[in-house]
């Protein structure tokens, strides 16, 4: 496997913390409240991937990727990113500084994440099964992928049920609103699985950039450098950096923890368990699409389950990202280690 390249993931890592905290430092001088008011997607979910892509296409010459190198379609994916995540700081900074216009910035921001969306979807429909593997996107085993991303609605599904259950947590009842949308009083529990659908495919793939930005980086650049550390060290480490990377947001008092040191505590501990399943998503189906997809069900349907189920008494004490959340995403965790996936020699790229 060869040795850690230590300046890479120096390098990866400088970048992305530098962008990323530099930019929710700015977002909170400039105006914090404007920010949040905004409804986008957060731009620091972009910069993992714009960085590793930068760092591959530009500046390491030996990867696979390198623009003298590489000529296949799905570049045009790559370099789509690259251009959707300048534009998308030029709308959310404009959107900061400018008063008033929130619903104009939230819907510039969504059509170009739908645009590199469209994108994708064309050149992957055009390339090769060797150019998609090449450039590390491809789709992967897709049938396995349906099964984890079902596992995860499970999952919260029990979380959210043992809350009600235990008396940890209040069921929503009926509101006004699902999603924006005003419901009829007689059309509720319709428009709620018709929200819960959306939850798990229509919301997750209308922010497919975001989390691709994510997981590309962690989970497509950061964990392949790192997985010459041994497979389950690999993704300890990298849901370390994961969590620390999420600091600032959590201190903020915007994230599910509090931003207290418990808060980092319980923040550090979550990704790193949860960063196991994302890493097997990634080891298991073979793709970065589908942990990508997962990522966004994960947001989709804990944020679901918080505003029309049941929410929490206690963000601290209870089912779901709680201590007795990350009690039960432990056990699962010790199930999917247990998988020979992780005993197995990495796959180069």
Not at 257 to 262: A, D, F, K, Q, R
Not at 266 to 276: D, N, P, S, Y
Request: glycine residues 12%.
């Amino acid at each position: 496997m060869g040795s850690l390249r230590i300046g890479r993931v120096a390098a990866f890592l400088l970048l992305t913390f530098a962008l990323s905290w530099g930019f929710f430092l700015i977002a909170a001088t400039i105006g914090r409240g404007t920010y949040l008011e905004l409804g986008m997607s957060p731009l620091d979910m972009f910069f993992p991937a714009f960085v590793a892509l930068i760092l591959q296409l530009f500046v390491f010459k030996d990867s696979p990727i390198h623009f003298r190198r590489y000529q296949g379609k799905p570049r045009w994916i790559m370099y789509g990113f690259l251009l959707l995540t300048v534009l998308y700081g030029i709308v959310t900074l404009i959107g900061i500084s400018i008063q008033n216009r929130s619903a104009v910035f939230q819907g510039v921001g969504n059509l170009l994440m739908t645009l590199w969306t469209l994108l994708v979807l064309f050149v992957v429909g055009q390339s090769s099964k060797e150019d998609l593997e090449q450039a590390g996107l491809q789709l992967g085993d897709t049938n396995r992928g349906l099964k984890l991303i079902l596992g995860v609605v499970a999952f919260f599904a029990l979380q959210a049920g043992l809350n009600l259950l235990l008396g940890l947590g209040q069921f929503q009842g009926q509101v006004e609103r699902v999603y924006g949308i005003a419901v009829p009083a007689g059309l509720y529990p319709l428009a709620l699985v018709v929200a819960f659908g959306l939850a798990v495919t229509g919301i997750p793939l209308s922010g497919l950039a975001a989390v691709f930005g994510e997981e590309y980086g962690w989970r497509g650049f950061l964990q392949d450098e790192l997985v010459k550390l041994g497979k389950r060290r690999d993704v300890v480490m990298v849901g370390l950096v994961w969590g620390l990377w999420h600091f600032p947001v959590i201190l903020s008092g915007v994230h599910t923890y509090p931003s207290t040191l418990l808060g980092l505590g319980l923040g550090l501990v979550f990704f790193v368990l949860w960063g196991f399943v994302q890493s097997y998503a990634v080891l298991k189906a073979k793709s970065i699409w589908v942990a990508a997809f997962l990522h966004g069900v994960v947001n989709s349907i804990y944020a679901f389950m918080l505003e029309y189920v049941i929410r929490p008494d206690d963000k601290v004490l209870s089912f779901g990202l709680g201590v007795y959340g990350l009690i039960c995403l432990a056990v699962v965790v010790l199930f999917i280690l247990r998988d020979s996936i992780w005993r197995a020699e990495p796959s180069e790229r």
